[in-house]
């Protein structure tokens, strides 16, 4: 699939809820009224329909073909834990389905595939329609066993070996691209790249991508200049060391494989009189306000948009319940939110933090 | 309720997962061969049995109660979003309702009430046992409108101003107490208090924790030494210079109201030349490892012990939908983790962040 149409191809538009929210009655309600079963008051089913037709609400044949969903219900498995990128990605997902009154179970397996079993066949025995698979870590794990094959199984941000299945991942590689491109725009031509553990999938996509922007660009990769360690500040710290200690030639940029290795690299710059972005420009990946909004200066960040990741996903499960056949590796485009610690004439943030 | 008593009264024992793993079946499966229902092979039957009997497994009268059960679920309900202080509830909660074999549904309102009432609507529509309403603040919400007021509804890291409702809550007044007599105890007198907004409960909370192990060492609360501000490393940093700059007697230590503040202040602290611990001691509030493990030197800090409030609101919740009722705020204990801002010879952290 073309990751760059993705976005593109679900415009938002009315849903069964906001034709509810209108006539100021439930969900249920509204759409028995727009399917003309159910016991309604007149009154309440011209209400309904009146706010359907002010809001250019169309049911389409996707929405009416999920009678084919058993209990209106799916489960979410996360294989490790919760953590903060699975958050937005759960929480968007849960209102697209909650658009079409579909409920979602949650369960958490931690990385230990008995409880994983047991999960399974728990949800199993609620006759959930669909299945969303998802973990913190971005490796290839092995496929979920379901009986028979007959219900939608979707991994997301988390992918599987087995090449029946539907994954749904960011665009690390390009998401790279964006953030190196507009340091080389920015006129700078020795980019180090600072990154996590080369054993994630993630680490050697987003390198890809560094080398991409650099290849295309004509400048070549510096020796010494891709750097792996930890997902951690200290390494961020640790890495500028490295880098520029006792160097006649120093990086004129870094970027970095997520915000708190960034930040690390940024306090470091700092703390060596070194100025961000005027001698130093830095990137970070993952937009994570706790990191960048807190660095001194803010950090130009790569965003992975995993509230549409989550979005998405929810409309594949969608299709894939009403039986549409879905499978492969979709990759959803990233994006760049720049502050100063690239770009100084970047609009400072606003508002406070928590 | 008493706080204190909470944890001990749940002592860690074989449950039916626990049974179902050592057998090698399902929960289900192990369910009906020691309640002597269901259709299973004798060999599957003495093996459960078996295994029920090796690790000391007694169904209590609780879970034998539990038929009061419709459908084994549960419905979580967030009124804003889900935060990093909800992941861990959330996630103990799961598991110990898993263990009972009782299944989650998540929704999230994002302080929307009419998405609130379609949730709830949906959930009803399920034939939920139960209802566990949270939120990222700790402000006082309005009752949920449960029909008939026939279904147990617990409130966790929430709170309602019904009384009849079962409000559980971290010890944000003891855990202050905690973390002022920590510096007291290492011989710090003139110790300020910088906190998040004066409208948080828990700033209230707080506040008086610190004032009550003060009045009880015999210290005076030091005019001016009690700030409040956003809950920021930003407000960190500018609360130690408002509270440092151009002063003749400065603080010895400094307890903060999370970590976000306690790490600005450290930052602020360092670059104006203080040591600390040395100079000036400093405490946090959260035990969020993102800030704690980052910070120069590592945070000690208040921890919520958030999973033992999922772990507990899911008891409670279990004995509620078996029938007993339960009713007022009940405040569980936090506990103090010691790192280097407030002993050097603490232990030094190990690992890396992620």
């Known amino acids: 699939m073309d990751s760059d149409g993705s976005q593109g191809s679900y415009p938002e538009r009315a849903t069964i809820?906001?034709?509810?929210?209108?006539?100021?009655?439930?969900?249920?309600?509204?759409?028995?009224?727009?399917?003309?079963?159910?016991?309604?008051?007149?009154?309440?089913?011209?209400?309904?329909?009146?706010?359907?037709?002010?809001?250019?609400?169309?049911?389409?044949?996707?929405?009416?073909?999920?009678?084919?969903?058993?209990s209106m219900t799916v489960g979410i498995l996360t294989t490790d834990s919760f953590g903060r990128f699975i958050f937005p990605i759960v929480e968007a997902l849960e209102e697209r389905l909650a658009e079409h009154g579909i409920a979602v179970f949650m369960c958490n397996a931690t990385d230990d595939p008995v409880r994983e079993k047991q999960h399974l066949d728990q949800l199993l025995g609620k006759r959930i329609d669909g299945l969303l698979v998802t973990a913190r870590r971005m490796d290839t794990r092995p496929a979920i066993a379901v009986p028979g094959k007959s219900m939608p199984v979707i991994y997301v941000f988390s992918q599987t070996d087995d090449p029946d299945a539907l994954c749904l991942l960011p665009d690390d590689q390009?998401?790279?691209?964006?953030g190196v491109e507009h340091l080389i725009s920015l006129g700078r031509k020795r980019i180090a790249h600072i990154s996590g553990p080369a054993s994630f999938a993630a680490v050697v996509l987003r390198h890809q991508g560094y080398a991409d922007a650099?290849?295309?660009?004509?400048?070549?990769?510096?020796?010494?200049?891709?750097?792996?360690?930890?997902?951690?500040?200290?390494?961020?710290?640790?890495?500028?060391?490295?880098?520029?200690?006792?160097?006649?030639?120093?990086?004129?940029?870094?970027?970095?494989?997520?915000?708190?290795?960034?930040?690390?690299?940024?306090?470091?710059l700092r703390e060596r009189g070194l100025r961000v972005p005027e001698d130093v420009a830095v990137v970070g990946f993952d937009n994570w306000d706790v990191m960048t909004l807190a660095a001194r200066p803010p950090l130009s960040s790569v965003d992975m948009n995993l509230?549409?990741?989550?979005?998405?996903?929810?409309?594949?499960?969608?299709?894939?319940?009403?039986?549409?056949?879905?499978?492969?590796?979709?990759?959803l485009p990233c994006s760049l939110v720049v502050r100063q610690s690239s770009d100084p004439t970047s609009a400072k943030p606003s508002g406070g933090l928590q």
């Open 307 to 331: 509230r549409e990741l989550g979005r998405v996903a929810g409309e594949r499960l969608i299709a894939m319940i009403a039986g549409e056949r879905l499978r492969g590796v979709e990759r």
């Open 17 to 70: 809820r906001d034709v509810a929210r209108a006539a100021g009655v439930s969900i249920g309600t509204a759409s028995k009224a727009l399917n003309g079963n159910g016991r309604l008051k007149q009154e309440t089913r011209e209400k309904v329909v009146a706010a359907a037709q002010a809001l250019g609400f169309r049911p389409n044949a996707m929405a009416q073909s999920l009678h084919r969903a058993k």
């Open 174 to 178: 390009g998401g790279a691209v964006l």
């Open 214 to 268: 650099l290849a295309k660009a004509g400048l070549p990769e510096i020796d010494g200049y891709y750097r792996n360690g930890e997902w951690s500040e200290a390494w961020g710290r640790e890495a500028v060391a490295e880098l520029f200690d006792g160097k006649a030639e120093i990086p004129d940029a870094l970027f970095c494989g997520n915000d708190q290795i960034a930040r690390g690299a940024t306090d470091a």
